[in-house]
C-alpha cells in the first residue's frame, strides 16, 4: 500500500448523504424568527398582495429571503440554500415565483414599502419587550445614528450615477439603534438614494430621520428618550431646525462644519475655558481638550443649541486642514442636552464612531452592491437586509451572552450558523444533531435553551 504524502488527510467524497443538514446552526435565524413574531407580522402586512390560490404566502417568501441574506446570500438566488433544506425552513418558493413578488412589491411602490416597515416596528416593540434590560435604551435613552453609506454598482442600473468618492453607484442614507458597548447594533432606515446625493442633503436625513422614529416604541418619544446622533453632513439650518421642534421629547447631537466664524472663536478662548477630553473608561485623554462656543455664533440657531468644540494634537504625520489652529486639529458639534459636562458630551458625540461597524456589517450582509436592476425594486431589496441585519441584531440580544453579544455577521456565520447537523426521526420528533467536536456548539444550544425559554408571539 502507497503511503500517502502531504499535509492534509486523504478523504473519500461521496455526494448521496441523506440526513446532512448544511448551515446547521441557521437554526438560531429560525428560532429568532419564530419567537419575534416576524413572520406572522409580515404575512399578515403582505395579505393585500396574495394571489387567489397562490401556493406561497408572500409573507413567507420575504421572511425566507431575509435568513438567506443573513447567511451571506446577496443575490434573490440565493434563497436556494433555504430550498435545499426543507426540514428546517419548510417549503421554500422557487426562484421565479420570488422575483415576481419582488416585482410586485415594487410596483406597489410607498404602499407595500409601509406594510413591511410598520410589520417591522411591531415586531421590534415587542422584542424590546422580550429583551428587558437587554434593550438597547442604554441609560434610560435609545441612541440613533444617521449615515450614508456608498454602494458601488458594477452594471448600468436605474439610479446609479457617479459618487463623492469618484466611484459609480447609489449613495442610501441609513440609521441604526446603537446598542451600546454590551452590543451590536439594528437598522431602523434606509433611503435609497442616487449616487450623486448630497452628503448634506437635509430634506433627506429628515426623511430618514423620520423612518427611524417611526420603528421605535411610543414610550421613546416623550421625555427626551431618543438621540439623534449624525456626522457633520447633518450639520445644517433646515436639519437641526427640525430637531429643535421636537426638542420636547427629542435630542440631537450634530457634528458641525469648522466655518471661519467658528475658528476666529476659537482662537479667541482663554486657556482656563478648556477641559480635557474624557474616554468611555473615564480617564482623561491626553493631548485633547473640550470648550462651549457662545455669544453671537449662535444667533441663527435655534434656541437652546449648544456649540461645543474639540481640539487635539493631531497623530505624527497627520495633515491639518486650514481651518485647524495653532497646530491643533478642530472639530465641533450642536446639541440641545442641557446640564450635562461638556466632556461627557463630547464623549457621547465621538461614540457615534460605531455607526461604521453598523456600516460594515450591512456591507457584509446584503449591502455590498444592489442586485436588481430598478430603483424600486433596489428598495424593496434594503427592506430586505433591514430584516436579516434584525434578525442578526436580535438574536444575541436575546439568546446570546458575553463576547457573543458583539460578534458581527462575519463571526456568526462562520461559528454558529455553519456548524454541521445530521437530522434524525425518533418517536414522531425531528432532532437536528449537532457536530459534538464544533467549538462553539455549546453556543449554539446554550443559546437555542434561552430562546426556548421566550414565550410564543400572541
Known sequence: MKKPTGSYPHVRVQGDGRTVVSQAGSVLLVETVRKSGLDQAISAALAPWRKPRAVHDPGKILVDLAPAVALGGDCLADIATLRAEPAVFG??????????LIDTLAASGEKALTAIRTARSEVRQHLWELAGDRAPDVGGQVTVDLDGVLVVAHSDKQDAAPTWKKTYGHHPLMAFVDHGPGGTGEPVAALLRPGNAGSN??????????????????????????????????????????????????????????????????????????????????????????????????????????????????????????????????????????????????????????????????????????????????????????????????????????????????????????????????????????????????????ALERLALLPNPG
Open 91 to 100: 417549503q421554500v418558493a422557487s426562484d421565479p415565483t420570488v422575483s415576481r
Open 201 to 446: 442633503t437635509a430634506a433627506d436625513h429628515i426623511s430618514a430621520a423620520r423612518l427611524a422614529l417611526a420603528q421605535l416604541p411610543k414610550k421613546y418619544r416623550r421625555g427626551r428618550r431618543t438621540l439623534i446622533r449624525c456626522d457633520s453632513a447633518g450639520g445644517t439650518h433646515k436639519l437641526v431646525a427640525w430637531l429643535a421642534q421636537r426638542g420636547r421629547w427629542l435630542s440631537y447631537s450634530v457634528g458641525m462644519v469648522i466655518t471661519e466664524a467658528v475658528h476666529q472663536h476659537v482662537l479667541k478662548i482663554p486657556a482656563s475655558a478648556w477641559t480635557p477630553a474624557v474616554e468611555s473608561n473615564g480617564e482623561v485623554r491626553d493631548g485633547a481638550w473640550v470648550a462651549e462656543l457662545t455669544g453671537d455664533l449662535l444667533a441663527d440657531w435655534p434656541k437652546g443649541m449648544r456649540l461645543i468644540v474639540r481640539r487635539e494634537r493631531p497623530h505624527p504625520g497627520a495633515q491639518l486642514r486650514i481651518t485647524d489652529a495653532d497646530g491643533m486639529r478642530l472639530t465641533c458639534f450642536a446639541t440641545n442636552t442641557p446640564g450635562r459636562p461638556i466632556a461627557q458630551l463630547e464623549l457621547r458625540h465621538r461614540l457615534r464612531a460605531r455607526a461604521e461597524d453598523r456600516i460594515r456589517a450591512a456591507r457584509a450582509t446584503g449591502l455590498r452592491n444592489l442586485p436588481l436592476h430598478d430603483t424600486a425594486q433596489n428598495q424593496v431589496w434594503l427592506e430586505i437586509v433591514q430584516i436579516a441585519l434584525d434578525l442578526l441584531a436580535w438574536l444575541p440580544m436575546l439568546a446570546l451572552t458575553g463576547r457573543a453579544r458583539l460578534w458581527e455577521p462575519r463571526r456568526l456565520r462562520f461559528r454558529l450558523f455553519s456548524v454541521a447537523g445530521q437530522l434524525v426521526t425518533t418517536g414522531r420528533r425531528r432532532i437536528l444533531r449537532l457536530a459534538r467536536h464544533w467549538p462553539w456548539t455549546s453556543e449554539i444550544t446554550g
